[in-house]
């Protein structure tokens, strides 16, 4: 939980007043991070997907979607309240059946905390926008074999 906590700074300006397109922006200007097995994966909006050899049975992964439950409508929570709202969105996703990793959204600016999320595997962009949706999120970021790293917005 301390790694968590380190990278929760309370101070930096808020979001709330920015207009959507912006707000979209800076989503595509994020790197989204998943550690799995000791292998880091970086994903970026636009970019190749390459997520061979992720799955339990060392199969390639088919498609996969990045969703956080922080930060609703990109409007800053404590830090306890996204650990909350993180516990849940994982509660959500296992009680599905969904393999997930821990994750990041690391922002290239400083402007704005990484926020804690999941990278799923096997979901299909549906389901993911319908979670993303069900945590108040404006949009996930999804992609399929062969494809590049798509943002949807859902919110």
């Known amino acids: 939980m301390a790694a968590v906590d380190a990278v929760f700074r309370p101070g930096l300006r808020r979001l709330s007043d920015v207009s959507r397109e912006q707000l979209l922006r800076a989503y595509r200007a994020t790197t989204y991070r998943a550690d799995i097995g000791g ?25 996969w979607a990045f969703v956080s439950a922080a930060n609703p409508g990109s409007r800053p929570l404590s830090t306890a309240e996204n650990l909350r709202r993180h516990r849940d969105l994982l ?12 994750g990041w959204g690391i922002p290239d600016t400083d402007d704005w905390d990484p926020e804690i999320s ?19 999120q404006l949009a996930v970021v999804c992609g399929q074999a062969g ?9």
């Open 39 to 63: 292998r880091r994966i970086d994903l970026r909006v636009g970019g190749p997907v390459d997520l061979q050899g992720l799955s339990a049975e060392q199969q390639p992964v088919e498609m």
């Open 91 to 102: 509660a959500t996703c296992t009680a599905r059946g969904l393999v997930v990793y821990e």
């Open 118 to 136: 999941l990278l799923v595997l096997e979901i299909d962009r549906e389901e993911a926008s319908a979670i993303g949706r069900a945590f108040g």
């Open 147 to 155: 494809g590049v790293v798509e943002l949807i917005e859902v919110g």
